[in-house]
C-alpha cells in the first residue's frame, strides 16, 4: 500500500466513524424523548410501588397492641380511596381482633403484573401472587398462597391500593 492509500483509507475510517457518532446520538436523541419510554417508567413504577403496597396489606405482626396499630397505620398509608375508608372504619374492631389472636403475617409478592395502565387519570390495574408465611401465636408456621387483583391511584405519595379483590384459584370442573 501507498502513502497515498493508507491515507485515503484512513479517512474514510475516520468518516464513517464520525457518522455512526452522529447516528447514535441522533437515536438516543430520539428514545430519550420517546413517549414508549416514558410509559415504559411509569409502568414500571406502578409495578413497584403496587407490588410493596400489597405486600404490606398482607403483613401485620400481631405480638402486641403496638405493633397492631403500627401494622394498621402501614395498612391506611399502603391505601387509598374505598379501601382506605374501610381499612380506617374498621380499624379498632381489626386492632382488638388482631391483638387477641397474636398472629404474624408476612406477605412475600411472588409474580405481578399491570393489566392496565392510565396516566391520564392515574390509575392501574395489578394481578398478584402473594405469599404470606402465617405464625400463630399457638400453633406451627404455614404459608398461604394468595392471588389478588388490585386497583391502584396515583397519589402524592405514590400509587396507593385504591380497591382489592381475591382471585380464587378455579381448581375444579
Not at 409474580?111 to 390495574?125: H, K, M, S, V, W
Request: charged fraction near 25%; aromatic fraction near 4%.
Amino acid at each position: 500500500m501507498t502513502l497515498r492509500t493508507r491515507r485515503t483509507a484512513g479517512w474514510a475510517a475516520l468518516l464513517i466513524a464520525a457518522l455512526l457518532c452522529g447516528l447514535g446520538a441522533w437515536s438516543y436523541g430520539q428514545a430519550r424523548d420517546d413517549r414508549s419510554l416514558a410509559h415504559a417508567k411509569a409502568r414500571d413504577t406502578a409495578l413497584a410501588q403496587g407490588k410493596r403496597r400489597l405486600a404490606t396489606l398482607n403483613s401485620l405482626d400481631g405480638t402486641d397492641a403496638g405493633r397492631v396499630d403500627a401494622g394498621l397505620r402501614a395498612w391506611l398509608d399502603s391505601s387509598t380511596g374505598p379501601l382506605r375508608d374501610q381499612l380506617k372504619r374498621t380499624a379498632k374492631a381489626d386492632a382488638k381482633t388482631l391483638t387477641t389472636a397474636g398472629d404474624t403475617a408476612r406477605g412475600k409478592v411472588t409474580a405481578a403484573a399491570l393489566t392496565a395502565l392510565d396516566e391520564r387519570t392515574g390509575t392501574a390495574e395489578l394481578i398478584a401472587t402473594v405469599d404470606v408465611e402465617v405464625t400463630p401465636r399457638t400453633g406451627a408456621a404455614g404459608t398461604q398462597r394468595k392471588r389478588f387483583g388490585a386497583t391502584l391511584a396515583r397519589t402524592a405519595d405514590g400509587w396507593k391500593v385504591k380497591a382489592l379483590t381475591a382471585i380464587g384459584t378455579g381448581g375444579g370442573r
